[in-house]
């Protein structure tokens, strides 16, 4: 998908033909989502903007729903984003219903994955302190208070960070300049209607009766974007002066909101409203359904969820494509597949009538059960051909799945589900690179008491290995004990296992070698009289690998990865398989053969990258640091040293603060020190600090051979390289 169109940037900015080059050839780091449509007017809002982001270092935009506070705000973001040298981040907060999750979602919008134990909001504090980049908040009104005291301390603690934020209501805070957003001017507001128009209907033109018809509709819809849209979407079926007979109908029909609101509100309420007038009662019904929803939701979900006698489910597609044609239903194409999802505002008016029909609790309930349907299904499928597919699907459903976690957690008798949920999702949580967050739904679900042991059980184990994972290990043995002594007291021999596998896999990260070879070895046999096969089975070989290696054994070591990579090769596993690989190179290594071992580092270091597990990318960064210096690049070695170093705070403690895995570490650093000396060791290593974990894992994936066949023809030496990487290659030809 292309990125957002930049035209002319504001006065101030460079717009020379080189500058643009350089953007197109190093563009700027950043989330921004990609504009679908044209931008149309605003020229004075977006100027107002850009001069009070210079003055201040928090703006907002505010207005009413529809107003288009969000596109406003992203444009000027874009249009601005050559001043950031770290890039502009959108966080979207409309879905986060959790002001716990708050700090979550900032995180994630950074692209920030921290599995250590920190609060997530010291995670993004350390991480915004010394950057020059722009925030942009949306939809933060319900989270008002929580959100203003998050930017209060960001700012406080971030001397570069600047925040525009774009809600229906300013944060208050000292230094925030307000930009109330108005409405469309009428010059605007006519062009916006006919762009929009012209989208839906390529024949559409703008004739001198129709362009009087236009102005009257988008007087009398008060310029407001939402409104405009919703109308544009009519001609699909009517001409523009039915359009506008039909809203003076509809005017009269639906009185807005109660006396004491705004006219906007009541004329946005209008337009909406008049728009659900014009569907068809399947469509209104339907559109009152998807209210449920958070975010995106796909066909499948949809089917079930909302059908009905009243709408069957061989119905819904035709009734979802209405709905879209009328724009109520935005489509998206995603990693995930096709995918829809409502703006916040008309599905806001959805639930309204789905509350006025008394139907909201059995929806949710509907809603809630698909989702769990769903997480099963995931964490069967994560052992099959299809993982990537899973880990691209639980993502992409994740603020449905946190919804159906909250639905359960509002009745006593219904917590058990939102332990099962949190404990199903173990492969969301470790195998894709959301420890935190993990761990801040599984301790919250645990705080509930319920009579089923199995889902209460299930979520101690996995809280225990997320805690292991992050290097907590009194939070891990804590949740570990419980779970096993509670499991044995329950006669569950299947939670009983995986509670004795995560104790082996603690005493291998804290270094008790003898401990945790016995541990996994008793995991191993009971998973053996359990006839269980998965992931968390494989994983156990491949720990029981590490433990045997560690203590001397590498032949044995290979052979039980071997083992475990033949498996992974049948049954289409790649996760497990890419630590396999790590254990299986970590031996290559050792026996004298640095190719061999480079071969099956960067096999696993695609797979983990590519599932966002961070755990096994600094490993695999590290080793191959090791391998580096071996083949006698001890420049190269010390910049992956440092590029694991930068990853290395977002994992946990360090290497666990072991000293098994902390070895090729060590050594690397020996052998670089030797070769290059104190001072270049150093500017190498800090030249690896400066990249991000996706250059450095494209640095590490491209070959030398690949990266002299990728220069240009008088390309000079050095171009594109970093600032510490730069200085880097002077020193070494000095």
């Known amino acids: 998908m292309r990125r957002p169109q930049r035209p002319s940037p504001p006065a101030g900015d460079s717009g020379t033909p080189a500058a643009a080059d350089d953007t197109a050839a190093h563009p700027h780091p950043g989330n921004l989502p990609a504009e679908l449509n044209d931008f149309v007017g605003r020229e004075a809002e977006l100027a107002a903007l850009a001069r009070s982001l210079e003055e201040s270092r928090l703006v907002t935009v505010t207005g009413v729903g529809g107003v288009g506070k969000t596109r406003l705000a992203t444009r000027a973001a874009a ?56 925030l942009v908040v949306d939809g933060f009104e319900h989270l008002v208070d929580d959100c203003a005291a998050l930017v209060r301390e960001l700012l406080r603690r971030a001397p570069r960070l600047r925040v525009l934020a774009a809600g229906r209501l300013p944060l208050e805070l000292a230094g925030e300049a307000v930009h109330p957003l108005a409405t469309m001017t009428d010059e605007d507001a006519l062009r916006l209607f006919a762009e929009r128009a012209t989208r839906v209907r390529p024949d559409f ?17 008060d310029g407001i974007p939402l409104a405009l849209e919703l109308a544009a979407g009519r001609l699909r079926a009517l001409s523009t002066e039915q359009v506008l007979q039909r809203l003076d109908d509809r005017f009269r029909l639906l009185t807005g909101g109660g006396r004491g609101a705004l006219e906007r509100h009541q004329t946005l309420r209008t337009a909406i409203g008049w728009s659900h007038e014009l569907c068809a009662p399947p469509q209104r019904l339907l559109w009152a359904r998807l209210s449920v929803f958070a975010g995106q939701f796909d066909l499948e979900a949809v089917e079930y969820i909302c059908s ?11 009734v979802l494509s209405g709905l879209l044609a009328q724009s109520v239903v935005l489509r998206e194409d995603s990693p995930a597949g096709t995918r829809y999802r409502m703006l916040d505002t008309v599905r806001e008016y959805g639930a309204e009538w789905l509350a006025a029909t008394g139907d909201t609790d059995r929806l949710r309930r509907r809603h809630r059960d698909w989702f769990l349907g769903l997480a099963t299904w995931c964490e069967l499928d994560w052992f099959s051909p299809r993982q990537p597919e899973v880990a691209a699907r639980a993502e992409s459903e994740l603020p449905n799945l946190r919804r159906a976690m909250e639905c359960s957690l509002e009745s006593p008798q219904e917590a058990h589900l939102a332990q099962h949920l949190a404990g199903t999702l173990w492969f969301l949580w470790v195998g894709c690179g959301r420890l935190s967050e993990g761990r801040h739904w599984l301790e919250h679900v645990l705080e509930e008491e319920t009579p089923y042991d199995s889902s209460r059980l299930k979520a101690l184990w996995v809280l225990g290995y997320v805690a292991v994972l992050q290097g907590d290990p009194v939070g891990a043995i804590s949740a570990l004990t ?9 006669d569950d021999a299947t939670a009983a296992a995986y509670a004795v596998h995560r104790t082996g896999c603690l005493a291998l990260v804290t270094d ?66 890419s630590y396999a690989l790590y254990v299986l190179a970590y031996a290559t290594l050792e026996r004298g053969d640095p190719g061999r071992a480079r ?120 171009a594109g390289l970093s600032a510490g990487e730069e200085r880097l290659r002077l020193d070494q030809r000095a």
């Not at 033109?205 to 819809?221: F, G, I, K, P, V």
């Not at 998965?534 to 054994?553: C, K, P, R």
């Not at 098994?660 to 190498?684: N, S």
């Open 79 to 134: 249009l601005l984003e050559k001043r950031y040298c770290d890039g502009v981040w959108l966080v979207e907060l409309s879905a986060v219903h959790d002001a716990g999750l708050l700090e979550h979602a900032v995180a994630e919008a950074l692209g920030l994955t921290d599995h250590t134990t920190r609060t997530p909001r010291a995670a993004v504090v350390e991480h915004c302190a010394d950057r020059s980049l722009l």
């Open 205 to 221: 033109l703008l004739t001198d009766q129709d362009r009087d018809h236009a102005r009257e509709l988008c007087r009398r819809l």
């Open 308 to 318: 009905g006698p009243d709408l069957p489910a061989d119905s819904v597609l035709d």
């Open 482 to 490: 419980e779970c096993r002594e509670e499991a044995e007291a329950a």
């Open 512 to 577: 008790d070698m003898e401990r945790a070879r016995g541990l996994l070895d008793d995991a191993l046999r009971r998973y053996r009289e359990l006839g269980e096969l998965n992931s968390n089975v494989l994983m156990a070989q491949v720990e029981l690998a590490m433990a045997t290696g560690f203590l001397g054994d590498a032949d044995q070591a290979v052979a039980i990865c071997e083992e475990v990579r033949d498996i992974c090769e049948d049954h289409g596993e790649r996760w497990a398989l």
């Open 599 to 718: 071969r099956l580092l960067l096999e696993s270091l695609a797979i983990s990258h590519g599932f966002h597990d961070l755990l096994g990318t600094v490993l695999v960064l590290e080793l191959l640091a090791l391998v580096t210096v071996t083949e006698g690049d001890a420049a190269e070695a010390a910049l992956l040293q440092g590029a694991a170093a930068r990853i290395w705070p977002s994992v946990g403690l360090p290497l666990f603060g072991s000293a098994y895995y902390g070895a090729p570490r060590a050594r690397c650093e020996e052998l670089a020190l030797r070769e290059l000396g104190g001072t270049r060791y150093a500017a190498a290593l800090g030249a690896g600090g400066e990249l991000t974990p996706d250059a450095a894992v494209a640095r590490a994936l491209l070959t030398r051979e690949d990266a002299k066949a990728r220069r240009l023809p008088g390309e000079r030496e050095g």
